[in-house]
């Protein structure tokens, strides 16, 4: 048989298994087998080269890969781009066998092959293939004899069942066709019972052939009743519903329960036992309608996979014996449950997935017959296998662990309105709602705000109709709740929600907005609360650095470099970076945290999905949520005593510097210098606000403006309820400020200068100076004045996620033992055990204040005697504000070279960001002593110090794609900077590193561009024009800690306050129990590798300590999972 078309063998090419990315996708159907053709080494076999093969010789034999399916399969896309890539192995080639001599000819004239891929179709003569692997006996790559299983979904579920697999609870009902009527069904109006098994409703019903696409699901008649009907997709449809209750009276069927799914399926594919690519898709329950993008292909969103997944993904694949084998995932209750196995099944339209698959395939191709055929061939090192990366210190370690604290992004101004309630619908509503259990309810979801706003509806018509003067002061109330729950025409549920307190006896004291009448008896205190969205802008921040922050990670070496942090990307999908991202319950963190998903993975599409798949809601118990009602005491004294201060009218005294900035802090004592006397600045806002709302009414009047759109679709009339309200709610009856509400009202001109500077609005910048004096020295000293008064309130707020810092750091390393132990596990991949886990926490302002507070006060290290400390804490005491995107990045690497139990094996290092910069901040920057200095010791290598690694070639950013719609400035052509390890990797220019100055970079270019879900907006509105602002780079606050030194200094922090102590545990057994993690298992969890089980602090951990898991968090399951003794446990 001729090798080749042209009969020479094509020169070696460098890299085994290289991938052909750069190679055109090809379109359609006839131009793949054009490409077919045309290959030198894929060929269509011909008969006529039979013959001539006996006679030649080669020194060198090729290693024959046939591919047997039918030509639809053979010809498909996927199929196309992979043989193309399989082919770049310089020993493999690929022979497809003709359909008509597979349908056609006898199974001794088939082509020969060394390995054959060979999978079942409609069509496809499954007896013949099993005939001709007897007679040919080649390399299977998947089993021929199970696919007459996976055929039938009886005998999948059994073997699922087998093989210890979590799946759905089914019944199976078995009829025969000549006499259907006798069988165990008994069907009721809302469930049926098969076998004596009762399924209510919602329940599915499977033919059991598994070509038989038709699937029906049927609903309960509290749901409205009737069926819903799957089918393979036509067009645009994947199922339709219908009015029938009753089940299918012929045939037989599978009947199992109905999963309650967050609308997404989830497909997995796996190439072999130790990579599978998975990605969701709409529910085609969901309603039916296919989800296609602007080229028609159906939308899918990559995903990780937990741990657990990963298992079940290795023991499918060796169960069914498929190499190459696609099956579905329901996720649902915190479980993952197999639902339909599918044999050999290729992922469409992913680049990365076919060069990973034929290098996974070529891989295993020359692994199991190299040897045979003399070829020499080892499996290709990966240069990025391992995270090596030099430190700091200029010694060469591994990164094992990024944890990261970080703000949500730009906002809306967040408002709020309350006011007390007596009607007996709030009660009735707080009664059904559980209000009475603790006091007070948090309604979000959007049945609930319904009701809220059927209720203001109601008491607004009563009012209409007798106009009673008692209640006039509530119905501008009640207008005001009514407007803002009816703002967007719908309830997402994430920008806006009540609180109701019960109060015994009225409200206390009649605050500044309410009248003296009181009433006697319970009342309710309704708090309504909206705005605080993430705008788009604040989206793009999220974004970016999220896509910046791969750079932070080693590797980009070999096929993914086309862009930085392409080595985070290669760890992700080869099930070695042990990603969890959190975020506490608000919309805004929530949005924060999937769009830096969306940057950090190269992920596409719309956030919701990504919300609902990789991000975890930590609000248990105060991880990332602080209850802000509930202020500790300390809070409310402090609180008082700024009151107090900041109500003087007159001068700053000495004493007064003393009293409100006892730490020195130069970025407090300037405020008070701009600020000279409390309350005439009070004053001179006060007045500053009046003519703003002054100026909003005269636009309004204006016909020209009135319908203006300003930025996120706020309208001038909004604009102006904003400020009316800070003007009334700022100066109180008393004549005396309320001092509060200051950070409110920089909140709202720090937005409007940003986002809506083109209105052009007088004495702004004034405004907007005088209250950022005022809000710089309220906003951080709520948190404390003294440094005890810090610490107090910061480890109200932190000490949960403190402790879980703590543990992120140590199972690390206790991680490391376990794959230690296995060292058997994977073949394939040269460093399986190998991963880097990241922990990402999306929070807001309160706990990125104390959790700072904690690292400057809490005593981590003496700066009178640790002199790089000493600068650090300079560079945070001038910092002024934690604006959004702040950042606080812990890393920790380890030294392979140094002995396990001693201090200097692993390494941690201390960064912060105080995020985005402000308005006018240029000229008054602190200077830090940028990403990752030089130490002491490695002054004389000045050039590369904190690279990861250096690429030398200076090229465009190819990582963002200039095609979206862009409604924006051009943006700066982004140059790749030499210190491509260092977060400065998307700066504007390629300054050469200096010791200062560092901060000076821009971290994204100024006009960035827009995120393409953003329409521009048409006419007079300014949506799409507001500046994105840049982040400032990372700044290293220590980079030479010991594992051991931060751990002692947590357990310090964590235990002084005992109170703080007992909180704790309980947040974490919450954390554990919670329904919301995805715990995959029903059996208890052992202990010993929970995260709830925190160790008493006698037993410190950096020695090599026991294992806790039989299988690592990061990767498939070791050999040795079988052993009954080893006890699971999967924490997280």
Sequence with gaps: MSRLCDGKRPEARE???????????????????????????????????????????????????????????????????????????????????????????????????????????????????????KLRNPLLLNDLNMQYFIQDRREVYR????????????????????????????????????NGEVFPKPFVEKPVCAEDHNVYIYYPTSAGGG????????????????????????????????????????????????????????????????ERDSEGKEIRYPVMLTAMEKLVARKVCLAFKQTVCGFDLLRAN??????????????????????????????????????????????????????????????????????????HGDRTPKQ???????????????????????????????????????IARLLLLELGQHNDCEIEEKKSKLEQLKTVLEMYGHFSGINRKVQL????????????????????????????????????????QAEELGRAFRCM?????????????????????????????????EGRVQMTAAAFAKGLLALEGELTPILVQMVKSANMNGLLDSDSDSLTDCQQKVKARLHEIMQTDMEFSQDDYQRLAPTGSPSLVNSMKIIQNPVKTCDKVYTLIQNLTSQIRKRLEDPKSSDLQLYHSETLELMLQRWSKLERDFRMKSGRYDISKIPDIYDCIKYDSQHNASLGLEETLELFRLSRALADIIIPQEYGISKAEKLDIAQAYCVPLMKKIQLDLQRTHEDEAVNKLHPLYSRGVMSPGRHVRTRLYFTSESHVHSLLSIFRY??????????????????????????????????????????????????????????????????????????????????????????????????????????????????????????TGSMEVLSETSPTQSTKGCTSHRLFPMGSRQSPEIKPASGLGFEGCSMVPSIYPLETLHNSLSLKQVDQFLNTVCESSSEAHAKTMKALSGLFNSQSQTSLYQQPLSSSGSEASLRPPSQPLWHGSVPSSAVSSAGPSSPMTESSALSFSFSE
């Excluded at 997995?268 to 898709?281: L, N």
């Excluded at 605050?511 to 609360?529: A, F, H, I, N, T």
């Excluded at 086309?562 to 319950?585: E, M, N, Q, V, W």
């Excluded at 990045?889 to 402000?918: A, C, Q, T």
């Design 15 to 133: 890299g085994q298994g290289r991938s052909s990315a750069d190679s055109d996708p090809v379109e359609d159907d006839e131009s793949d087998v054009r490409v077919m053709e045309s290959d030198v080494k894929i060929h269509m076999f011909r008969e006529e080269d039979m013959e001539d093969d006996e006679d030649e010789s080669p020194p060198e034999r090729l290693i024959v890969v046939g591919i047997c399916c039918m030509m639809k399969k053979s010809k498909s896309k996927p199929m196309t781009q992979i043989l193309e890539r399989l082919c770049k192995f310089d020993y493999i080639e690929v022979v497809i066998f003709p359909e008509d001599v597979i349908l056609e000819e006898p199974v001794d004239k088939w082509p020969l092959c060394d390995c054959l891929i060979s999978f079942h179709s409609k069509g496809f003569p499954l007896d013949k293939a099993v005939e001709y692997a």
């Design 159 to 194: 073997i699922l069942q087998e093989e210890g697999i979590d799946l759905p609870r089914y019944g199976v009902l078995n009829r025969d066709p000549d006499n259907p009527e006798e069988c165990n069904l008994v069907e009721g109006e809302d469930h049926v019972e098969v």
């Design 227 to 290: 069926s819903q009907r799957l089918f393979r997709k036509i067009g645009s449809r994947s199922s339709v519903y219908s009015p029938e209750t009753s089940v299918r009276k012929t045939g037989s069927y599978i009947y199992e329960e109905f999963m309650p799914t967050d609308g997404t399926d989830v497909k997995v594919y796996t190439v072999g036992p130790d990579y599978a690519h998975a990605e969701a898709r709409k529910s085609p329950a969901l309603d039916g309608k296919v």
């Design 334 to 407: 915190g479980h993952s449950f197999v639902c339909d196995v599918n044999g050999f099944s290729f992922v469409k339209n992913s680049m990365k997935y076919y060069d990973d698959c034929a290098k996974v395939l070529g891989n295993m191709v020359m692994r199991e017959l190299a040897p045979q055929f003399h070829i020499p061939w080892s499996i290709p090192m990966e240069a990025e296998d391992i995270p090596i990366v030099p430190t700091t210190s200029g010694t060469m370690m591994e990164l094992r662990c990024v944890i990261a604290i970080i703000r």
């Design 416 to 454: 709020k309105m309350k006011m007390e309630v007596r009607h007996p619908l709030f009660f009735e509503l707080f009664e059904k709602c559980g209000g009475y259990k603790s006091g007070k309810l948090k309604l979000k979801k959007p049945k609930q705000l319904q009701e809220v706003l059927d």
């Design 501 to 540: 307190t019960y109060l015994r006896n009225g409200q206390p004291k009649a605050s500044s907005e309410e009248e003296d009448c009181k009433r006697e008896g319970p009342s309710l205190l309704l708090v309504l609360k909206w705005g605080g969205e993430l705008t788009p802008a604040g989206r793009v």
């Design 553 to 585: 990670y080693p590797g980009g070496q070999g096929d993914y470099a086309g862009f930085p942090g392409c080595g985070l990307l290669r760890l992700h999908s080869t099930y070695r970076h042990d990603l969890k991202i959190y975020a506490s319950d």
């Design 858 to 979: 809490g005593g981590l290290l003496d700066e009178d005697k640790d002199q790089q400390w000493n600068q650090a804490m300079d560079y945070l005491s001038a910092v002024t504000e934690l604006n959004y995107m702040t950042q606080i990045v812990i890393m920790l690497y380890e030294d392979n070279n140094k002995d396990p139990s001693s201090e200097e094996r692993f390494h941690v290092e201390l960064h912060f960001s105080p995020g985005v910069k402000g308005c006018e901040d240029e000229e008054n920057v602190p200077l830090g002593f940028g990403f990752r200095p030089a130490s002491s010791e490695n002054q004389d290598k000045k050039p590369n110090q904190g690279s990861m690694e250096d690429l030398s070639q200076d090229q465009p950013d190819q990582a963002l794609n200039f095609s979206d719609p862009i409604n924006i400035q051009r943006r700066s052509p982004m140059i790749r900077n030499r210190k």
